[in-house]
């Protein structure tokens, strides 16, 4: 039988690595560690169905059947408080006490948290990650409020759209110029400005928000936004501490190379956490998706299952969502690069090229478009704007 | 209740007394019944839990919307005109009985 597998993080990327293990025949013992209470869930909806229809029993990724007949120790409300290397072994802490847990393989995949940018009073804003968080937002949004959302990125536009829906008046306060910065082209930037105010949303560009109160808050340049309830929705950091006291490589996340092993191949890190090798440009990334960590989990759970040293490298396209209002947002691809220059192919299809070629194309409501481009960047041949044109007018 | 049946690609057919209302791409997960992903939890934004409706149940099932059909273009396996989304076949009490082939390939 194969050595123990352990997988620190039960998102949707650690769970995943332990579906695909049993998927690829692994026999050996699996344990799946996760800090939160309750079966392993998908975050997506929490920003968006969930905050409409409340049904956290759909959020769950799989039943608790799962892991007895997959044979799956699954270890809630438990965290991970030291790798040990040397002994091959974590040290956990959770209801049953402190154990050390013997490996073979550790995967990480301890994903993110919420960032707590330097904001007085941030003690009055909600969180919007897990379960909990969407929870007690939920029952705070049960008569109409006034609500200031920090942060212009999906998360805090999701939730500004669902609001303003149920009849909340909305401030989303965004410390860059423009909204979604880091994911999304400046075109699509704007698109979306003009869908928010249109919604109802007021929106706050380019001023970071320095103080928060019970009536409101406070931006840099002085503008007061009144607010009885705060979203703090400003980004994330990834999870790296437990990485870095063992001595692992990390810069912006967990640095993994291109079969997605940590400075000790014994270590693997997936989704959120890790810093991969883009596969297409070779420089290293950390993606916030669903895709990434599922992507991830299935390579990592793979190369444990087939012990091959010369399996495939990582080579799965990105791919992203959103859900604002009645648009579908989506991005096939990524661009994260200083030398991005964009293209509008039409008003709703903007292409992102960098020195390597095309790198992204974003839609909004042309998921024809979406899954086309995903083929042919999958496919690594060249893609001209023309093309794009083609296909956006087909 | 209603009763619904995966036919894997392999041939190996499973059946699930599934909750109504529920969607047979999350019947499927909940059940542990391989061959259907749902990565994207059914927000109609991955395209991984592709089935074929069974020809006697085509009419009932009815034909697939617009987006899911923009969505199947990504499909791994052969798209077919009995193609669907699972995530977006709800199971009414006239669905019982129904019968959804699987794909030999979701990504």
Same mark, same amino acid.
């Given at each position: 039988?194969?050595?123990?597998?352990?997988?620190?993080?039960?998102?949707?990327?650690?769970?995943?690595?332990?579906?695909?293990?049993?998927?690829?025949?692994?026999?050996?013992?699996?344990?799946?560690?996760?800090?939160?209470?309750?079966?392993?869930?998908?975050?997506?909806?929490?920003?968006?169905?969930?905050?409409?229809?409340?049904?956290?029993?759909? @959020?769950?990724?799989?039943?608790?059947?799962?892991?007895?007949?997959?044979? &799956?120790?699954?270890?809630?409300?438990?965290? #991970?408080?030291?790798?040990?290397?040397?002994?091959?072994? #974590?040290?956990?802490?959770?209801?049953?006490?402190?154990?050390? @847990?013997?490996?073979?393989?550790?995967?990480?995949?301890?994903?993110?948290?919420? %960032?707590?940018?330097?904001?007085?009073?941030?003690?009055?804003?909600?969180? !919007?990650?897990? @379960?909990?968080?969407?929870?007690?937002?939920?029952?705070?949004?049960?008569?109409?409020?006034?609500?200031?959302?920090?942060?212009?990125?999906?998360?805090?536009?999701?939730?500004?759209?669902?609001?303003?829906?149920?009849?909340?008046? #909305?401030?989303?306060?965004?410390?860059?110029?423009?909204?979604?910065?880091?994911?999304?082209?400046?075109? %699509?930037?704007?698109?979306?400005?003009?869908?928010?105010?249109?919604?109802?949303?007021?929106?706050?560009?380019? *001023?970071?928000?320095?103080?928060?109160?019970?009536?409101?808050?406070?931006?840099?340049?002085?503008?007061?936004?009144?607010?009885?309830? &705060?979203?703090?929705?400003?980004?994330? *950091?990834?999870?790296?501490?437990?990485?870095?006291?063992?001595?692992?490589?990390?810069?912006?996340?967990?640095?993994?190379?291109?079969?997605?092993?940590?400075?000790?191949? $014994?270590? $693997?890190?997936?989704?959120?956490?890790?810093?991969?090798?883009?596969?297409?440009?070779?420089?290293? #990334?950390?993606?916030?998706?669903? *895709?990434?960590?599922?992507?991830?989990?299935?390579?990592?759970?793979?190369?444990?299952?087939?012990?091959?040293?010369?399996?495939?490298?990582?080579?799965?396209?990105?791919?992203?969502?959103?859900?604002?209002?009645?648009?579908?947002?989506?991005?096939?691809?990524?661009?994260?690069?200083?030398?991005?220059?964009?293209? $509008?192919?039409?008003?709703?299809?903007? /292409?992102?090229?960098? $020195?390597?070629?095309?790198?992204?194309?974003?839609?909004?409501? /042309?998921?024809?478009?979406?899954?086309?481009?995903?083929? %042919? !960047?999958?496919?690594?041949?060249?893609?001209?704007?023309? @093309?794009?044109?083609? !296909?956006?007018?087909? | 209740?209603?009763?619904?049946?995966?036919?894997?690609?392999?041939?190996?057919?499973?059946?699930?007394?599934?909750?109504?209302?529920? =969607?047979?791409?999350?019947?499927?997960? =909940?059940?542990?019944?391989?061959?259907?992903?749902?990565?994207?939890?059914?927000?109609?934004?991955?395209?991984?839990?592709?089935?074929?409706?069974?020809?006697?149940?085509?009419?009932?099932?009815?034909? +697939?919307?617009?987006?899911?059909?923009?969505?199947?273009?990504?499909?791994? =396996?052969?798209?077919?005109? +009995? =193609? +669907?989304?699972?995530?977006?076949?709800?199971?009414?009490?006239?669905?019982?009985?129904?019968?959804?082939?699987?794909?030999?390939?979701?990504?």
């Amino acid at each position: 039988m194969a050595g123990p597998v352990v997988i620190a993080g039960a998102g949707q990327g650690g769970l995943q690595a332990a579906i695909s293990l049993r998927q690829a025949g692994f026999d050996g013992p699996v344990t799946l560690i996760g800090s939160e209470p309750g079966l392993p869930y998908q975050r997506p909806p929490l920003s968006k169905a969930y905050l409409k229809d409340g049904d956290a029993d759909a @959020l769950a990724l799989r039943p608790q059947s799962f892991f007895e007949t997959k044979d &799956v120790t699954y270890l809630p409300e438990t965290t #991970v408080t030291r790798i040990d290397r040397d002994a091959g072994r #974590v040290e956990v802490t959770g209801p049953a006490g402190d154990s050390a @847990l013997p490996y073979e393989n550790l995967v990480l995949a301890t994903g993110t948290r919420n %960032m707590r940018p330097p904001i007085e009073g941030l003690e009055h804003a909600c969180d !919007l990650r897990t @379960l909990a968080d969407a929870r007690t937002l939920r029952g705070r949004l049960d008569a109409p409020r006034r609500i200031a959302v920090i942060g212009g990125g999906f998360i805090g536009l999701e939730f500004a759209a669902v609001a303003v829906k149920q009849g909340h008046e #909305v401030a989303v306060i965004e410390a860059a110029p423009r909204l979604m910065a880091r994911a999304v082209s400046p075109l %699509m930037s704007n698109r979306f400005a003009t869908l928010h105010r249109d919604w109802g949303a007021e929106l706050f560009l380019g *001023q970071p928000a320095v103080s928060v109160d019970e009536a409101g808050v406070t931006l840099a340049d002085g503008t007061r936004v009144p607010a009885d309830f &705060v979203l703090l929705a400003a980004g994330v *950091q990834p999870n790296v501490e437990l990485a870095e006291d063992a001595g692992l490589e990390t810069a912006n996340g967990i640095r993994v190379d291109t079969r997605l092993r940590t400075s000790d191949p $014994a270590i $693997a890190a997936l989704g959120d956490c890790a810093s991969f090798p883009d596969p297409r440009t070779g420089r290293h #990334v950390r993606l916030e998706s669903v *895709q990434a960590a599922t992507d991830h989990a299935r390579l990592i759970a793979a190369r444990i299952a087939g012990d091959d040293p010369d399996g495939p490298d990582y080579a799965a396209v990105p791919w992203f969502w959103s859900d604002q209002g009645d648009r579908k947002l989506q991005i096939a691809g990524f661009a994260g690069g200083p030398d991005t220059t964009d293209e $509008a192919v039409t008003e709703n299809v903007v /292409a992102r090229f960098d $020195a390597h070629g095309l790198a992204a194309v974003e839609t909004i409501n /042309a998921a024809r478009v979406h899954m086309k481009v995903r083929r %042919m !960047l999958a496919s690594g041949d060249p893609i001209e704007l023309s @093309l794009l044109e083609e !296909l956006a007018a087909a | 209740m209603v009763k619904v049946t995966y036919v894997a690609h392999d041939g190996e057919s499973t059946t699930i007394d599934a909750e109504e209302g529920a =969607s047979v791409m999350k019947t499927a997960v =909940s059940n542990d019944v391989d061959g259907i992903v749902g990565e994207c939890g059914g927000s109609m934004m991955c395209a991984t839990c592709h089935c074929y409706v069974d020809e006697a149940w085509a009419d009932k099932v009815g034909t +697939r919307s617009d987006d899911e059909d923009d969505m199947l273009e990504g499909a791994t =396996s052969e798209v077919t005109e +009995r =193609s +669907r989304l699972s995530c977006q076949i709800k199971l009414t009490p006239e669905l019982d009985g129904l019968v959804v082939h699987l794909p030999e390939d979701q990504i």
